[in-house]
């Protein structure tokens, strides 16, 4: 049986339980919960197969510090863990009224070990402000080769995503984030003309030119009349896919009826070609995005 991958964070850090991005198959039934999201650190306690004991730190809106027991979401992750490992996770709990209720951790990164002697098999970049960018290429919408180099001189804010995603919280959420920048830049357009918008698949097996140039339409709104000037959409080739998502910490495993499992990854590029910002989940706003691009423009 063939095991997630483990991604690098930092020199140690081990990036773990992969966000599931797939359509889920069981329809709530009559329930007036919500599920909440929250971001937790801590310290590994202890861990069995299934729940983690975790010396977790204050989380505003949902708990004080304290030391208490959570339910994995992917319980194969129990092994990777290890007591006095230091790690983030999302806290995954459904809201009724004024308690909480099926809480549980997913998307764990340790970005601490308790044994440093472990190495895993995958080694991932962590995009840090400063890196420069390999030249990496890509075929677009229009079935060409394009290259990052090429957009030398302008600031390229950058995404993943693959078509076929049906959780509107991942890939649709960046593609939408991504039309309300593109927007929000045509009213400047003396900083329109300064930035470039690029979301790239990261399933170029499926998503075709043809199939991205009718995604990328849907969401500029031009549809068949878009001339894709100031955004791409593009994929690497198979052949150069492992490195291009392991430069940009992008984790993918197949999932379920040939969905993705993944993690997500929006970088701001500027004008040398080096990392200003990275995005690692989905809960950055497009406002302070396009305020950052505006600084960096200014600076």
Same mark, same amino acid.
């Given at each position: 049986?063939?095991?997630?991958?483990?991604?690098?964070?930092?020199?140690?850090?081990?990036?773990?339980?992969?966000?599931?991005?797939?359509?889920?198959?069981?329809?709530?039934?009559?329930?007036?919960?919500?599920?909440?999201?929250?971001?937790?650190?801590?310290?590994?306690?202890?861990?069995?197969?299934?729940?983690?004991?975790?010396?977790?730190?204050?989380?505003?809106?949902?708990?004080?510090?304290?030391?208490?027991?959570?339910?994995?979401?992917?319980?194969?992750?129990?092994?990777?863990?290890?007591?006095?490992?230091?790690?983030?996770?999302?806290?995954?709990?459904?809201?009724?009224?004024?308690?909480?209720?099926?809480?549980?951790?997913?998307?764990?990164?340790?970005?601490?070990?308790?044994?440093?002697?472990?190495?895993?098999?995958?080694?991932?970049?962590?995009?840090?402000?400063?890196?420069?960018?390999?030249?990496?290429?890509?075929?677009?919408?229009?079935?060409?080769?394009?290259?990052?180099?090429?957009?030398?001189?302008?600031?390229?804010?950058?995404?993943?995503?693959?078509?076929?995603?049906?959780?509107?919280?991942?890939?649709?959420?960046?593609?939408?984030?991504?039309?309300?920048?593109?927007?929000?830049?045509?009213?400047?357009?003396?900083?329109? +003309?300064? /930035?470039?918008?690029?979301?790239?698949?990261? #399933?170029? =097996?499926?998503? &075709?030119? *043809?199939? $991205?140039?009718?995604?990328?339409?849907?969401?500029?709104? +031009?549809? /068949?009349?878009?001339?894709?000037?100031?955004? #791409?959409? =593009?994929?690497? &080739?198979? *052949?150069? $896919?492992?490195?291009?998502?392991?430069?940009?910490?992008?984790?993918? /495993?197949?999932?379920?009826?040939?969905?993705?499992?993944?993690?997500?990854? &929006?970088?701001?590029?500027?004008?040398?070609?080096?990392?200003?910002?990275?995005?690692?989940?989905?809960?950055?706003?497009?406002?302070?995005?396009?305020?950052?691009?505006?600084?960096?423009?200014?600076?």
């Amino acid at each position: 049986m063939s095991r997630k991958p483990l991604f690098l964070v930092a020199c140690i850090a081990l990036f773990i339980g992969l966000i599931g991005c797939r359509q889920n198959a069981t329809s709530p039934t009559h329930s007036t919960s919500q599920q909440k999201t929250f971001t937790i650190r801590g310290k590994v306690v202890a861990t069995n197969g299934t729940h983690v004991t975790l010396d977790g730190e204050d989380v505003p809106g949902f708990m004080e510090a304290m030391t208490m027991d959570y339910k994995l979401k992917d319980p194969s992750v129990a092994s990777e863990l290890h007591p006095g490992d230091r790690i983030t996770a999302k806290v995954l709990a459904d809201k009724d009224g004024d308690s909480y209720t099926n809480v549980q951790l997913d998307n764990i990164v340790v970005i601490a070990q308790a044994r440093p002697d472990y190495k895993p098999p995958i080694s991932y970049h962590v995009p840090t402000a400063g890196d420069p960018v390999p030249d990496f290429h890509l075929i677009n919408q229009s079935d060409r080769t394009i290259h990052l180099d090429q957009f030398k001189g302008k600031f390229v804010l950058m995404t993943f995503i693959y078509t076929r995603c049906q959780l509107a919280d991942f890939c649709p959420r960046m593609s939408r984030n991504f039309a309300d920048i593109d927007h929000a830049l045509a009213a400047d357009p003396a900083l329109y +003309n300064q /930035t470039h918008l690029l979301s790239v698949s990261f #399933d170029p =097996a499926y998503d &075709t030119p *043809k199939v $991205l140039r009718s995604y990328g339409g849907a969401y500029t709104g +031009n549809y /068949t009349n878009e001339k894709f000037q100031h955004w #791409d959409f =593009a994929a690497p &080739t198979e *052949k150069d $896919l492992s490195a291009v998502t392991q430069f940009f910490n992008v984790g993918v /495993t197949p999932g379920d009826s040939k969905s993705l499992t993944h993690s997500l990854s &929006t970088i701001l590029i500027g004008k040398d070609g080096k990392i200003i910002a990275w995005y690692p989940s989905n809960d950055w706003d497009p406002k302070e995005v396009v305020a950052t691009i505006r600084k960096a423009a200014i600076a």
